[in-house]
Nanobody, 127 residues
C-alpha cells in the first residue's frame, strides 16, 4: 500500500510564501514523475508543476517564475515552494506520483507503475 500525504498548506498573504510538501510512503521501489495540481471551487483541476525522475520541470504559465518544484528521492518527497502568492492561487492542492511498486490486483501482486494521489491541502491567499 502506498500513501501520499501533503502538508504545509494554510493561510498566506499576497506577496508572501508557502511551502508545500508531499511525502510518499509504503512499498515503493522507485518513483517516476511527481507533480502538483490544484482545484478551486467551480474550476477544473489543473496542473501546477511537475518534475520527472531526471529532474526536468514544467510549470503552468500562471505560476511560472513564482513557484518552484523540487524532489528529494531519498525521502520520496516532492516540494512546491510558492513565492509571490496571489489571491488566484487559492485552491486545494493535490500532489501525485507515478510509483513503481507491487500492487495487489485480484489477490495477485503485480509490478507496475501506478498513479497515486494525495488527499489535498488547502491554500488560501488573502489579506
Amino acid at each position: 500500500q502506498v500513501q501520499l500525504v501533503e502538508s504545509g498548506g494554510g493561510l498566506g498573504q499576497p506577496g508572501g510564501s508557502l511551502r508545500l510538501s508531499c511525502a510518499a510512503s509504503g512499498s515503493i521501489l522507485s518513483i517516476g514523475d511527481m507533480g502538483w495540481y490544484r482545484q478551486a471551487p467551480g474550476r477544473q483541476r489543473e496542473l501546477v508543476a511537475s518534475v520527472t525522475s531526471a529532474g526536468t520541470t514544467r510549470y503552468a504559465d500562471a505560476v511560472k517564475g513564482r513557484f518552484t518544484i523540487s524532489r528529494d528521492n531519498d525521502k520520496n518527497t516532492v516540494i512546491l515552494q510558492m513565492n509571490s502568492l496571489k489571491p488566484g492561487d487559492t485552491a486545494l492542492y493535490y500532489c501525485n506520483a507515478d510509483v513503481n511498486a507491487y500492487r495487489g490486483v485480484d489477490n495477485v501482486f503485480h509490478f507496475n507503475t501506478y498513479l497515486y494521489w494525495g488527499h489535498g491541502t488547502q491554500v488560501t491567499v488573502s489579506s
